[in-house]
């Protein structure tokens, strides 16, 4: 590598593969190991490109991919010891003292006219209306001036 090849420092195909160092990381791997990985062998002559700064790109990109990941994996270990150290409560829980009688429980799941996945559940004691929340809850849904169907 001789200073001559500094006057493809920005030419087209350089930048071309300084920009697949941070978007391919075979492609990452490979020129590193191949300019680096094997000092007992010298790098072949590129013509029109300066492998000098493809170098630097993919070292620079492999050093943010790994910051990357222990920021994400210091993250995660966190919020999953924050999590477990305090669980939430159930999201849904029954207590056979209070209960005055049977339980009458609509459990409804569908999809919204969005394609996203929803649950609604209406739950009371005998005698209770369920129906009635059930059905504004599930219009809810319904988006405006649409008929939909409810249970």
């Given amino acids: 590598m001789t ?3 500094r006057r ?3 030419s087209e195909s350089t930048r071309l593969l300084c920009a697949g160092a941070h978007l ?3 492609f990452r791997a490979r020129v590193i190991d191949e300019l680096i990985g094997h000092e007992e062998r010298p790098a ?5 490109v300066d492998v000098v700064s493809v170098l630097a790109h993919a070292v620079r990109a492999r050093r943010q991919e790994v910051s990357t990941a222990l920021a994400l994996g210091g993250i995660w270990v966190v919020l999953t010891s924050a999590r477990s150290a305090s669980p939430g409560p159930p ?3 029954h207590d056979d003292d209070v209960q005055d009688g049977p339980l ?3 459990d409804h799941r569908f ?3 969005d394609g996203t996945a929803y649950a609604i559940r209406s739950i009371g004691t005998e005698g209770t209306d369920v129906r009635t929340p059930f059905r504004v ?5 319904c988006p405006t001036g649409a008929d939909c169907a409810t249970a």
């Fill in 137 to 141: 809850a599930l219009n809810s849904f």
């Fill in 24 to 26: 391919d990381t075979g």
């Fill in 3 to 5: 200073g001559s090849n």
């Fill in 104 to 106: 009458q429980v609509i």
């Fill in 8 to 10: 493809y420092a920005h």
């Fill in 91 to 93: 999201a849904w829980e």
């Fill in 111 to 113: 999809e919204a006219a």
């Fill in 44 to 48: 072949a002559p590129s013509l029109g």
